[in-house]
C-alpha cells in the first residue's frame, strides 16, 4: 500500500511541506515553530486531543518527576511569564491543562488531525517527498516528516499465560482509561515497580481494599519532598527565567542545577553522609549530582548505593519487606531513577503485600487472579506498570522506507542507528526529534526538544535559502556518530543496568545503549558546529531525475568530532543520570 502511493508521488507539489507525527511536547512545538517559518503543516496524532505521553499516562499518582519550573517550554517568554506552575512536581491533568494552553494560545489545533494513527511513511526518490498514509485513509505528500513520535509511547504488556482468562478489570499505565478508574473495595494487584508503578503503588494502596505488588526488580526510588510553589515566591522568580533556562542550556542534563564537581571516593565519609542527607531531604534526582564520579565508578557508586539502602531499613518497619525492597545487582542510578511520594512508607500499610516475582515468578494469569510459583494471589483487578517498547517501539510501528524502499526495520535490524539522534542514512528529509543517539531520556526532554526542533527547522531553513530539497545523513557520519554515543556510554556504569536504555525490557530487542550521555550542553555545541559548517555530515540535494548530492552546498565530510572534543567528551562525567 506504501508503495503504491509513494510511486503516485509524482511530479506535483507536495500537499504540505511537513508532516508531523505526535502532538505532545515536540508536535506542538514543531508545528509552531515550521508555521512561523512559513511552512505549510499538518500533524497526525492518534490521540483525541493534544498532550502525547500526558494524554495517556493518566494514572493515579502520575506526575513529572522534573519540577515543573524545568519541565515547561523556554522558548516564548510570554508563555513562561503568563503560565503559573501551581506544584514543585506538576501532575498530569496540570501538565495536560499547561499543553492545551499553549496549543490554544499559539492556535496550533486548525491543523492537527486527531484520532488518526500514521501507519506508514515512504520516501519517493524522483520528487524527494514523503508520502505519509493514516489509519483512516489519508494519504499527504510531504516534503519533510518530521517524527514527534516521544519515547515512551508504545506500553508493553507481557505475555503471561492465561491473561485473556482473567475475569476481572486490567489495565496498563501508559493506557489509563479517561475516564479514571475506581479501585474502592477492590483487591487490587500492580505488577512493576519502575517509575510509573512506583507513583501509582501508593495511591492505589490508599483507595483499595487490599494490594499486592509484584516486584521483580527493585529500583532505587528517592522521595520528592514535594511542595506547592507559593505565588509571590514564583512571580520573584520569573524576573530571572531567562538566566535560569541559559544555565539548563548548557548543563549536562538539562536541568537548572548541575553536578557537582568534587569526587565520592575523596570526600570523607561524614561529608558525603552530610551531602546525600542534603540532597535526599531536597528530593527528587538531585541525588545523582551529588559527586562527579557516581556514575563511572563502582565504588563511588556503592556510597551512595549504602546511603539509600540505610533509608530504606529505617522507613520500612518489617525487615524482610525491606530486605526485598533495597535493590542489589546494579549500579545505582543505571536504570532510570524513580522519584516519589510515600512509595517506602506504603509498604507500612497493612493492606499492601509484596511477592518478588524473581523467587517466586509469575506462572499464569488465571480467571482469580495471579499464580505464582509459590501461589495464587485472588485479585478483582491487575495494573501492569510493564513499561514501554522504549524510544524505537513508536517508530517501528509505522511502515517507515527510506530509499530504495529500504524499511527503518531493516536497516535498524541491529538496533538504531542514527547521526546526531535526529536523522538517519537513507531517510533523506526523516527527522526524529529526541531520537536514540541523542541526550533524549537522560535529560529534561522538553528542554531536548526545544533544541532538537530548533535544529531542525533551522536545518529546513537553510534547505530553503539555498533552493535546496533534501539533506540526507551520510553513513559515514552516522558510523561516526554511533561509536561516539557508544564510546562514551561504555565509559559509565549506565550499560550495566539492564534497562529500557538498553532495551533490555523487550524480548528480542537488540541491545544497544539508546540515549546519548555526553550532556546536553556539548551536544547541543555539536550540533551547533555541524549546522554551522554547512551542515558537516549531510548529503544535500535537488529532488529531479538527477539527483544526486549537490557538491558544492553540499562539505564533504569533515569530522565532526576534532580529537581535542572527542577527548573532553570522552571524559564522560558527563553522564548526568
Ligand atoms: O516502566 P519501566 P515505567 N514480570 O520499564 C517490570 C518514564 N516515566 O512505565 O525492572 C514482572 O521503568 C519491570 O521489572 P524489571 C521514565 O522515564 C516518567 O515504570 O524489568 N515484572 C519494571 O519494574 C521511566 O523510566 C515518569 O525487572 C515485569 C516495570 O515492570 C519510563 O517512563 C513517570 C515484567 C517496568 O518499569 C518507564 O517507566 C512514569 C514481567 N514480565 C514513567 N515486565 C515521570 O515522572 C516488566 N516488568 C516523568
Same mark, same amino acid.
Given at each position: 500500500?506504501?508503495?503504491?502511493?509513494?510511486?503516485?508521488?509524482?511530479?506535483?507539489?507536495?500537499?504540505?511541506?511537513?508532516?508531523?507525527?505526535?502532538?505532545?511536547?515536540?508536535?506542538?512545538?514543531?508545528?509552531?515553530?515550521?508555521?512561523?517559518?512559513?511552512?505549510?503543516?499538518?500533524?497526525?496524532?492518534?490521540?483525541?486531543?493534544?498532550?502525547?505521553?500526558?494524554?495517556?499516562?493518566?494514572?493515579?499518582?502520575?506526575?513529572?518527576?522534573?519540577?515543573?519550573?524545568?519541565?515547561?517550554?523556554?522558548?516564548?517568554?510570554?508563555?513562561?511569564?503568563?503560565?503559573?506552575?501551581?506544584?514543585?512536581?506538576?501532575?498530569?491533568?496540570?501538565?495536560?491543562?499547561?499543553?492545551?494552553?499553549?496549543?490554544?494560545?499559539?492556535?496550533?489545533?486548525?491543523?492537527?488531525?486527531?484520532?488518526?494513527?500514521?501507519?506508514?511513511?515512504?520516501?519517493?526518490?524522483?520528487?524527494?517527498?514523503?508520502? +505519509?498514509?493514516?489509519?483512516?485513509?489519508?494519504?499527504?505528500?510531504?516534503?519533510?516528516? +518530521?517524527?514527534? %513520535?516521544?519515547?515512551?509511547?508504545?506500553?508493553?504488556?507481557?505475555?503471561?499465560?492465561?491473561?485473556?482468562?482473567?475475569?476481572?478489570?486490567?489495565?496498563?499505565?501508559?493506557?489509563?482509561?479517561?475516564?479514571?478508574?475506581?479501585?474502592?473495595?477492590?483487591?487490587?494487584?500492580?505488577?512493576?515497580?519502575?517509575?510509573?508503578?512506583?507513583?501509582?503503588?501508593?495511591?492505589?494502596?490508599?483507595?483499595?481494599?487490599?494490594?499486592?505488588?509484584?516486584?521483580?526488580?527493585?529500583?532505587?526510588?528517592?522521595?520528592?519532598?514535594?511542595?506547592?510553589?507559593?505565588?509571590?515566591?514564583l512571580a520573584a522568580f520569573k524576573q530571572h527565567y531567562a538566566d535560569y533556562r541559559r544555565r539548563m542550556r548548557v548543563s549536562r542534563g538539562g536541568l537548572s542545577r548541575d553536578y557537582s564537581e568534587r569526587r565520592a571516593l575523596e570526600t570523607p565519609p561524614p561529608?558525603?553522609?552530610?551531602?546525600?542527607?542534603?540532597?535526599?531531604?531536597?528530593?527528587? =534526582?538531585?541525588?545523582?549530582?551529588?559527586?562527579?564520579?557516581?556514575?563511572?565508578?563502582?565504588?563511588?557508586?556503592?556510597?551512595?548505593?549504602?546511603?539509600?539502602?540505610?533509608?530504606?531499613?529505617?522507613?520500612?518497619?518489617?525487615?524482610?519487606?525491606?530486605?526485598?525492597?533495597?535493590?542489589?545487582?546494579?549500579?545505582?542510578? =543505571?536504570?532510570?531513577?524513580?522519584?516519589?511520594?510515600?512509595?517506602?512508607?506504603?509498604?507500612?500499610?497493612?493492606?499492601?503485600?509484596?511477592?518478588?516475582?524473581?523467587?517466586?515468578?509469575?506462572?499464569?494469569?488465571?480467571?482469580?487472579?495471579?499464580?505464582?510459583?509459590?501461589?495464587?494471589?485472588?485479585?478483582?483487578?491487575?495494573?501492569?506498570?510493564?513499561?514501554?517498547?522504549?524510544?524505537?517501539?513508536?517508530?517501528?510501528?509505522?511502515?517507515?522506507?527510506?530509499?530504495?524502499?529500504?524499511?527503518?526495520?531493516?536497516?535498524?535490524?541491529?538496533?538504531?542507528?542514527?547521526?546526531?539522534?535526529?536523522?538517519?542514512?537513507?531517510?533523506?528529509?526523516?527527522?526524529?526529534?529526541?531520537?536514540?543517539?541523542?541526550?533524549?531520556?537522560?535529560?529534561?526532554? %522538553?528542554?531536548? +526538544?526545544?533544541?532538537?526542533?530548533?535544529?531542525?527547522?533551522?536545518?529546513?531553513?537553510?534547505?530553503?535559502?539555498?533552493?535546496?530539497?533534501?539533506?540526507?545523513?551520510?553513513?559515514?557520519?552516522?558510523?561516526? *556518530?554511533?561509536?561516539?554515543?557508544?564510546?562514551?556510554?561504555?565509559?559509565?556504569?549506565?550499560?550495566?543496568?539492564?534497562? *529500557?536504555?538498553?532495551?533490555?525490557?523487550?524480548?528480542?530487542?537488540?541491545?544497544?545503549?539508546?540515549?546519548?550521555?555526553?550532556?546536553?550542553?556539548?551536544?547541543?555545541? +555539536?550540533?551547533?558546529?555541524?549546522?554551522?559548517?554547512?551542515?558537516?555530515?549531510?548529503?544535500?540535494?535537488?529532488?529531479?531525475?538527477?539527483?544526486?548530492?549537490?557538491?558544492?552546498?553540499?562539505? %564533504?565530510?569533515?569530522?565532526?568530532?576534532?580529537?581535542?572534543?572527542?577527548?573532553?567528551?570522552?571524559?564522560?562525567?558527563?553522564?548526568?543520570?
Amino acid at each position: 500500500m506504501g508503495h503504491d502511493a509513494a510511486n503516485q508521488a509524482g511530479d506535483s507539489p507536495p500537499d504540505v511541506d511537513a508532516v508531523v507525527v505526535g502532538a505532545g511536547f515536540a508536535g506542538l512545538y514543531a508545528l509552531h515553530r515550521l508555521r512561523g517559518l512559513g511552512l505549510s503543516v499538518r500533524v497526525f496524532e492518534r490521540g483525541e486531543d493534544v498532550g502525547g505521553t500526558w494524554y495517556w499516562n493518566r494514572y493515579p499518582g502520575a506526575r513529572c518527576d522534573v519540577e515543573s519550573l524545568d519541565y515547561s517550554f523556554s522558548f516564548s517568554d510570554e508563555l513562561q511569564q503568563e503560565w503559573s506552575w501551581s506544584e514543585r512536581y506538576a501532575t498530569q491533568p496540570e501538565i495536560l491543562r499547561y499543553l492545551n494552553h499553549v496549543a490554544d494560545r499559539f492556535g496550533l489545533r486548525s491543523d492537527i488531525t486527531f484520532g488518526t494513527r500514521v501507519v506508514s511513511a515512504v520516501y519517493h526518490e524522483p520528487s524527494a517527498q514523503w508520502v +505519509i498514509e493514516t489509519d483512516r485513509g489519508h494519504r499527504v505528500t510531504a516534503r519533510h516528516a +518530521i517524527m514527534a %513520535v516521544g519515547n515512551l509511547s508504545v506500553g508493553r504488556v507481557p505475555d503471561f499465560p492465561g491473561l485473556d482468562l482473567f475475569l476481572g478489570q486490567t489495565y496498563h499505565t501508559g493506557d489509563w482509561p479517561t475516564d479514571g478508574v475506581d479501585f474502592t473495595g477492590l483487591r487490587v494487584g500492580v505488577i512493576g515497580t519502575g517509575s510509573s508503578g512506583i507513583q501509582a503503588i501508593p495511591m492505589i494502596a490508599r483507595q483499595a481494599a487490599h494490594l499486592t505488588v509484584f516486584q521483580r526488580t527493585p529500583h532505587y526510588t528517592i522521595p520528592a519532598q514535594h511542595h506547592r510553589l507559593d505565588p509571590d515566591w514564583l512571580a520573584a522568580f520569573k524576573q530571572h527565567y531567562a538566566d535560569y533556562r541559559r544555565r539548563m542550556r548548557v548543563s549536562r542534563g538539562g536541568l537548572s542545577r548541575d553536578y557537582s564537581e568534587r569526587r565520592a571516593l575523596e570526600t570523607p565519609p561524614p561529608q558525603r553522609h552530610n551531602t546525600y542527607e542534603a540532597r535526599w531531604n531536597f528530593g527528587g =534526582a538531585e541525588i545523582l549530582g551529588s559527586f562527579a564520579d557516581l556514575l563511572t565508578d563502582e565504588r563511588a557508586n556503592s556510597t551512595v548505593a549504602e546511603f539509600v539502602a540505610g533509608k530504606i531499613r529505617e522507613i520500612v518497619h518489617d525487615p524482610e519487606v525491606a530486605g526485598r525492597l533495597i535493590p542489589h545487582g546494579y549500579p545505582f542510578g =543505571a536504570k532510570r531513577l524513580c522519584v516519589d511520594t510515600d512509595y517506602y512508607e506504603t509498604y507500612n500499610r497493612a493492606n499492601v503485600a509484596l511477592v518478588d516475582v524473581t523467587a517466586t515468578p509469575i506462572e499464569a494469569v488465571t480467571p482469580a487472579g495471579i499464580r505464582t510459583s509459590a501461589g495464587e494471589h485472588e485479585l478483582d483487578a491487575i495494573v501492569f506498570a510493564t513499561g514501554f517498547d522504549a524510544m524505537t517501539g513508536a517508530l517501528l510501528a509505522m511502515d517507515v522506507r527510506g530509499r530504495g524502499g529500504l524499511p527503518l526495520t531493516q536497516a535498524w535490524e541491529a538496533g538504531p542507528q542514527t547521526y546526531l539522534g535526529v536523522c538517519v542514512a537513507g531517510f533523506p528529509n526523516l527527522f526524529i526529534i529526541t531520537g536514540p543517539g541523542s541526550p533524549s531520556v537522560l535529560s529534561n526532554v %522538553v528542554l531536548s +526538544i526545544e533544541q532538537h526542533v530548533e535544529w531542525v527547522s533551522d536545518l529546513i531553513e537553510y534547505l530553503r535559502k539555498h533552493d535546496l530539497d533534501w539533506a540526507e545523513a551520510r553513513r559515514e557520519a552516522q558510523h561516526e *556518530w554511533v561509536a561516539h554515543v557508544n564510546d562514551v556510554a561504555s565509559r559509565t556504569l549506565f550499560p550495566v543496568g539492564n534497562s *529500557w536504555y538498553l532495551g533490555a525490557n523487550v524480548p528480542g530487542k537488540p541491545r544497544v545503549f539508546m540515549p546519548y550521555i555526553g550532556g546536553v550542553g556539548r551536544y547541543r555545541a +555539536i550540533c551547533d558546529r555541524v549546522a554551522a559548517g554547512g551542515y558537516t555530515g549531510f548529503d544535500l540535494g535537488h529532488a529531479g531525475p538527477e539527483e544526486a548530492p549537490v557538491p558544492d552546498a553540499a562539505p %564533504v565530510l569533515q569530522p565532526v568530532l576534532h580529537a581535542t572534543d572527542a577527548a573532553a567528551l570522552a571524559d564522560a562525567e558527563g553522564a548526568w543520570g
